[in-house]
């Protein structure tokens, strides 16, 4: 039997990757006919896919014993779902097509892959009915609403792990009139965070302060001293767009805040990370996209660096096995900007923070399947942007998700069950956070 690994790469080229999601089966097990010395334990755990309307492709690995070879069936849903590659040895890719989703229905496909000593594993994926924004459509806790605006720009940033997985690293909803972003949505998970494989100046330290516009690709250069630790390699071309290396939809340069080779963003603010730097130290181009313009706001440097950045601390000792989403996100009550490199920068008078995530942190389902709001936590964070908020506490800043909805005039975490998405978002228990 020829590997035929070659053959999906080449099918997936011609996919417009803003319509491919990734589905990852990790399989490691012992063959019944294997010697007791085998490296390979005997189990197998599937990431639960649900996927959006357009999406026409879904990939998954295998890894295992290479010796073993695998099947894949479509057992339900084989009228818009059907196996692109069906044979394989464990370790090659396999792949499922599906027919985009014109119903106001959603769908189910099930598929089952056999291996040649015996085990089996089958999974559910889930197709979502088709809606105005197929792009934006995806089954991320995190995600909140999408809302029109001729302004607002929706995108995702996407990165590979140290160990080959494709993921999603943040979404935005970017304020072109503003430049900044209005929030930033993310999951908060170790494996973003642990098992570094680069390092910054000869030392460990995971931040590569790579500075840039979000169309930037960087790399370590050879300095030890941060401002001078990487450079810019490539910037965006139509013509060498692979879908890999760049990121869509475009925002303009001159849209953007110019933060790069300079210690703030300008009229005596910080470069104010959205989703934390220290929240992804998995991989350079990881860490690296925290550093685009697009996840900065200015921020005054008290606040910053006092009770903001308390926060982020706290927050990340709540990770937990079946992840923490959150939300980072921008008020603009008044009318202060700053001015760098002739562009006008609005300064947010209020910046907040929302977390959402089971209470036992290993229930091992998607958001969306929780019917009762006892199982899950949630809290939301509003903080002056100023001295004033540099001296608040945790506890005063500690607020509701409806609230931030209230002022912001956004609606967040829409993958909670209609029927205890109120009571979820009303939720302001601080002490069970633990902070």
Same mark, same amino acid.
């Given at each position: 039997?020829?590997?035929?690994?070659?053959?999906?790469?080449?099918?997936?080229?011609?996919?417009?990757?803003?319509?491919?999601?990734?589905?990852?089966?990790?399989?490691?097990?012992?063959?019944?006919?294997?010697?007791?010395?085998?490296?390979?334990?005997?189990?197998?755990?599937?990431?639960?896919?649900?996927?959006?309307?357009?999406?026409?492709?879904?990939?998954?690995?295998?890894?295992?014993?290479?010796?073993?070879?695998?099947?894949?069936?479509?057992?339900?849903?084989?009228?818009?779902?059907?196996?692109?590659?069906?044979?394989? &040895?464990?370790?090659?890719?396999?792949?499922? $097509? &599906?027919?985009?989703?014109?119903?106001?229905?959603?769908?189910?496909?099930?598929?089952?892959?056999? &291996?040649?000593?015996?085990?089996?594993?089958?999974?559910?994926?889930?197709?979502?009915?088709?809606?105005?924004?197929?792009?934006?459509?995806?089954?991320?806790?995190?995600?909140?609403?999408?809302?029109?605006?001729?302004?607002?720009?929706?995108?995702?940033?996407?990165?590979?792990?140290?160990?080959?997985?494709?993921?999603?690293?943040?979404?935005?909803?970017?304020?072109?009139?503003?430049?900044?972003?209005?929030?930033?949505?993310?999951?908060?998970?170790?494996?973003?965070?642990?098992?570094?494989?680069?390092? @910054?100046?000869?030392?460990?330290?995971?931040?590569?302060?790579?500075?840039?516009?979000?169309?930037? @690709?960087?790399?370590?250069?050879?300095?030890?001293?941060?401002? #001078?630790?990487?450079?810019?390699?490539?910037?965006?071309?139509?013509?060498?767009?692979?879908?890999?290396?760049?990121?869509?939809?475009?925002?303009?340069?001159?849209?953007?805040?110019?933060?790069?080779?300079?210690?703030?963003?300008?009229?005596?603010?910080?470069?104010?990370?959205?989703?934390?730097?220290?929240?992804?130290?998995?991989?350079?181009?990881?860490?690296?996209?925290?550093?685009?313009? #697009?996840?900065?706001?200015?921020?005054?440097?008290? /606040?910053?660096?006092?009770?903001?950045?308390?926060?982020?601390?706290?927050? +990340?000792?709540?990770?937990?096995?079946?992840?923490?989403?959150? @939300?980072?996100?921008?008020? /603009?009550?008044?009318?202060?900007?700053?001015?760098?490199?002739?562009?006008?920068?609005?300064?947010?008078?209020?910046?907040?923070?929302?977390?959402?995530?089971?209470?036992?942190?290993?229930? $091992? $389902?998607?958001?969306?399947?929780?019917?009762?709001?006892?199982?899950?936590?949630?809290?939301?964070?509003?903080?002056?942007?100023?001295?004033?908020?540099?001296?608040?506490?945790?506890?005063?800043?500690?607020?509701?998700?409806?609230?931030?909805? +209230?002022?912001?005039?956004?609606?967040?975490?829409?993958?909670?069950?209609?029927?205890?998405?109120?009571?979820?978002?009303?939720?302001?228990?601080?002490?069970?956070?633990?902070?």
């Amino acid at each position: 039997m020829k590997r035929g690994i070659n053959d999906i790469k080449n099918f997936l080229k011609g996919i417009n990757r803003s319509v491919v999601a990734v589905l990852v089966l990790v399989f490691g097990f012992t063959a019944c006919v294997q010697p007791e010395w085998s490296p390979y334990n005997s189990n197998a755990e599937l990431s639960s896919v649900i996927v959006s309307a357009q999406t026409t492709t879904v990939t998954g690995t295998t890894v295992g014993d290479p010796m073993l070879t695998w099947e894949l069936k479509v057992t339900d849903g084989n009228d818009f779902c059907t196996a692109v590659k069906k044979v394989g &040895f464990v370790g090659q890719n396999f792949s499922l $097509k &599906f027919d985009a989703n014109d119903n106001d229905y959603e769908r189910i496909a099930r598929a089952t892959i056999k &291996f040649s000593d015996g085990f089996t594993k089958s999974f559910e994926l889930r197709q979502l009915i088709a809606t105005d924004n197929p792009n934006y459509d995806r089954a991320w806790a995190e995600q909140p609403e999408y809302q029109q605006g001729e302004n607002l720009v929706h995108k995702t940033y996407y990165t590979t792990l140290n160990d080959k997985r494709r993921v999603r690293n943040y979404s935005i909803c970017y304020d072109l009139s503003k430049i900044c972003s209005r929030w930033v949505a993310y999951p908060a998970h170790n494996v973003y965070t642990s098992g570094r494989d680069y390092e @910054v100046g000869g030392t460990t330290a995971g931040r590569t302060n790579a500075w840039a516009f979000d169309d930037a @690709v960087t790399k370590y250069k050879y300095s030890s001293n941060w401002s #001078t630790a990487y450079e810019i390699v490539s910037t965006y071309r139509s013509d060498l767009d692979t879908y890999n290396t760049y990121t869509h939809p475009i925002i303009p340069q001159s849209k953007q805040a110019d933060i790069r080779f300079t210690s703030g963003i300008g009229g005596g603010y910080a470069r104010g990370h959205m989703l934390p730097s220290a929240d992804r130290y998995n991989t350079w181009n990881t860490n690296a996209q925290t550093c685009y313009s #697009t996840n900065i706001m200015a921020q005054d440097y008290d /606040f910053n660096s006092a009770s903001w950045g308390t926060l982020e601390n706290k927050v +990340r000792t709540k990770v937990c096995a079946d992840t923490l989403f959150v @939300v980072v996100g921008t008020l /603009f009550e008044n009318n202060k900007t700053v001015s760098k490199n002739g562009r006008t920068i609005s300064v947010p008078s209020h910046c907040f923070k929302m977390l959402l995530r089971t209470k036992s942190g290993n229930t $091992k $389902k998607s958001i969306s399947d929780i019917k009762s709001a006892d199982e899950l936590m949630c809290i939301g964070f509003i903080f002056e942007n100023n001295g004033t908020g540099a001296n608040t506490s945790l506890s005063s800043a500690a607020t509701t998700v409806a609230e931030i909805e +209230r002022r912001s005039g956004f609606s967040f975490f829409r993958n909670l069950d209609p029927a205890i998405a109120d009571e979820v978002k009303s939720q302001k228990n601080f002490s069970a956070w633990g902070f």
